[in-house]
Each structure stands twice: as C-alpha cells, then as structure tokens.
C-alpha cells in the first residue's frame, strides 16, 4: 500500500487514526500495540509474503539485542558482545545480500569469467534496505548502550512503524521510543491540522510535480537506453528533469511521512532540507537524505577514520592537521574513507554497475570539495562573494544533475547517450517544427533537426523544468513553511537563495486561507492519483 493511493488515504489511514484515537482513550498500551497491528497489516497489504520474510529477521536481531544487552552490561564479557555484534551485523548483511543483491552477483560472475549462472527469482520485501539499517543501528546502539532497555513491543513498534516503513526515513531507537513512551495516543487538533498539513503538500509533490515531469523525463532515458541519440538540449532536460522528479518524489515521500507520524504525536526526523539549493557536494549530502548520510558518517565513515587515524599516529605518521595536511594523510583518512562510504551508499541504493559509479562520483565529488577546502584559496569577504556564491551553487548543481544520469539509466548505453548529449557530442537538435519556425536563424545557430521530442512534448517539458526549478530553489521547504510548530526533530536553514519575505508570507498558520489553499492542493493531488506514477524508492 503506498500513500499515493486511495485505499491509503480514504481507508487505511482514516481507520488507523480512529482506532488509535479511541484506543488512547483506554489503554495508552491498547493503542500502541493497535499500531503495531495496523502497521503489519499495511506492509501485507501488496503482498502478504513480505510479512513471512522479514518476520524472522525482526525476531532473530530482537534475540541477539537482548544477548546484547546482557552482556554489554558484564565487562569480563567484552568480547562475546563484541562477536555477538559482528554477527548481527553479518546477519542483517546477508539478509539484504540475498534479496537484493543475488542476481547482481551473479551478473558480475558472469562479467568476471564469462560463464552463465542460473538467476534466482527473489521476492524482494518492500523497504528492505532502511529496515535493515535500522537494525543495525539498533544492535550498535544497543552495544554502545546507548539503548539500555528495551520491550519487544517497543522493538517491533520501532521497527514497523508504517510511516516510516518503506522509504525512510531512516531512524534511531533513541529518537522514537522516548516519543512513544510519553504520547498521549490521544486526538490533538493542532498535532492533526500539522500532520495533515505536511501530508498534502507531499502528496501534491508526489503525484502532481514528480509524476507530470515524469511523463517527459523517461521518454527520452527509454529511447537513450534503445541506442537512440539525445541531442543537447533535450540530454539537458533529462538530466536537470530527473534530478528535480527525484527530488520532489523522494522528499514528498518524506513530508507525507512526517506527516503521518505527526498524526500520531510523533516527529520523525527530517530527511531534506532544500538540497537543491546546496553550493557544495558537502552541503548537498547535508540537505539530502539527511538520516542516510547520518547513518552513514555515523556507523561506518567516523569509525573507519578514527580507527586509521590511531593506527598512523601509533606508527608516528602524521593526522589530518587542517591546511598542513600531507596528500598520504589526506588520501588515508579523508579520500579512501570518503569513496568507500560512498561506493556502499551506491550498492545500498541499487543493485546495478551505475548505482556503483553514481556512489563513487559521488566520492570523487566530495574529495574534491574537501580538498579545496583544505589546500584551496581562503575565500574573501566582501563583495565578491555573491559571485562566488553564484558559480559554486551552480557547479554543485550540474554536478549533481550529471550524477543523477548515471541513477536513473537503466543500462550503459542510456547513459551515455545522455551524457555524450550534454556535451553537445550529438548536436544541438530541436524539434523538426521549431526549426521550421526559426527558419535561416536556425542554419545560423547551427541547429538541426531532431526527433528527440514533438514540438509540443519540448516546451511542456522545459516549461515543467523551469517551473520546477524555480519553485525548489525560490520557495521556502515544508520544515521552513512549518516551522513554528517544529514538524519534525531537527529544524531547516536559511539559504542565501531565500526571500526572507516570502518565508514569512508563506508561514503556515491553522487560518481559513490556509484551509482554502489546502483544499485547492489536496482536490488537485486526488484527482491526479492514478495517473501514469513511478515510486523511486518503493523497493529501496
């Protein structure tokens, strides 16, 4: 069940919520456990055998989190709770490899000896990839004892919340089960009106914005993937268009989350904070998908560099030490940590070889950024800064979109018909009736005709990335529109491309207007739902 349906939101969601409601009135522990309840049944509603395979991964690292707990809390037992840890950690990774990543093995098996391997039908269980991660943090929390206890409702609870179910956001036993212990599980008005509120404005994200740009964007990733050339600017638009489609379907997703979860007097954490309008690779994976990038630098990038950090100092090598950094210690503490961190968040994201290369440019990115924050010039104050402001937001921004190429192709060749496009490789193209129409200007310009797009299909679609773009980098984000009635645990920031003004004048109140202006947004966004969709993170 996705939240972009109707079974959701005129029968499920209802439902729960009442239910919920008149359980808190009884038993705080009646409605909790009604929760769980509600939740299992949304993760059986596609299809009943996800239950079936992700119940006993949930049972076995529920067992290991109390063999945990007991002997986290013995220090003659250090290293038993240190291999019970590794074999959570394995467990969970073999889970997901199995599922997820089986078939890709054997492809690149086939790539490395060129023999056949027979592929294995595999019901991949919805949202696999953030349940695991939850648990794994739930296991290295438990061990670091930052959980010291815990019930196996409360675990469940945690783990199958529906909200955050299927795509994220990705969160810390820590941060929800202090929420819950002290909700009320009781109607809040303005708790409703908050929710409700985030919920349409991700679900007009979703289906009205991503959805209709869709319809532009993977025509041309489908006939680049035919081997069909992708003249300029239409490669442009399938670059800056897929990048603005994820962006408003994956971050819809999150608000329609955060949404949910407030309906029930819970703050998720927030997962975007207007990444679009990031000036560097740093502060773009900052912005984007906040709880991976958290997950990520917490659990497997900080250790990883405090542990080679020990072992050059032990053997009198030198750190990272600001602008004096060597280039050995900068690529041993900062570049190698950085592409590895990064290639894993590639295979976390897709079983492909572009997923791979989209993590590691994404690597390559960021060692660049840190390089030139370290051994860089110093930036100047003054007035060159808006410049400067100006060229590093738009070097951000292209390199992100030539990235999302690599995400979004289904094979090699689509790539690389749409980046060579990019380029200007394939010629500057437009559809057969602008050329037409522009006449000798046209032989001036050097334009030719192409068949990339009918005349019509072209300017919607760059009508569409226009519109897009200035409503992601003009417009304030829903935390910032919501922002007084804190909608989730962590608060947005303001970007130098923000009006100050129209931040204020767009603040969200529980007033008519804002009622009418809802209502406009929710009959749009119901009407549309059912329409040709495409759910980017759905089997993440």
Known sequence: MLFNSYEFIFAFLPATLAVFYFCGQRSRDLALGWLVLASLFFYAWWRPINVLIIAPSIVVNYLLARALLRL???PARVAAARWTLFAGIAFNVCFLGYFKYINFLGTVAHDLTGRDFALVEVVLPLGISFITFQ???????VYGRRVESFTFRGYALFVLFFPQLIAGPIVHYREMMPQFEKATCRFDGEGLAVGVTMFVFGLFKKVVLADSIASYVTPLYDAAAG???VTLIPAWIAAVGFTLQIYFDFSGYTDMALGIARCFGVRLPANFD?????TSIIDFWLR??????????????????LSLTRRRMTKGRPALTGRATTPGAFFALLAAPTLLTMFISGLWHGAGYLFLAWGVLHGVYLCINHAWRIYGPRARQGKPERRRWGSAFVLTFVSVATAMVLFRSTNGTAAKEILEGMFGLNGV???AALVERLGALAGKLHLTAANDMSLTDFVLALSWVISLLAA??????????????????????ATAAQSAWLRRVLSWSPSFS?????????????????????????QF
Not at 530 to 537: A, I, R, T
């Open 429 to 431: 193209g437009l559809p």
């Open 227 to 229: 081997g069909s050339q």
């Open 135 to 141: 648990k794994i943090a739930f296991l290295i929390d």
């Open 514 to 538: 804002w009622a009418i202006a809802l209502g406009l947004l929710a009959v749009a966004a119901v009407i549309r739902i059912g329409g040709q969709s495409e759910f980017l993170y759905w």
């Open 274 to 278: 207007s990444p679009l309008k990031a």
């Open 72 to 74: 986290a809390a013995q």
């Open 472 to 493: 992601a980098l003009l417009l304030p984000n829903t935390l910032q529109i919501l922002e007084r009635f804190t909608p989730a645990l962590t608060t947005a920031r």
């Open 288 to 305: 984007w998908h906040m709880t991976l990038t958290r997950f990520l630098t917490a659990y497997l990038y900080n250790p990883l560099v």
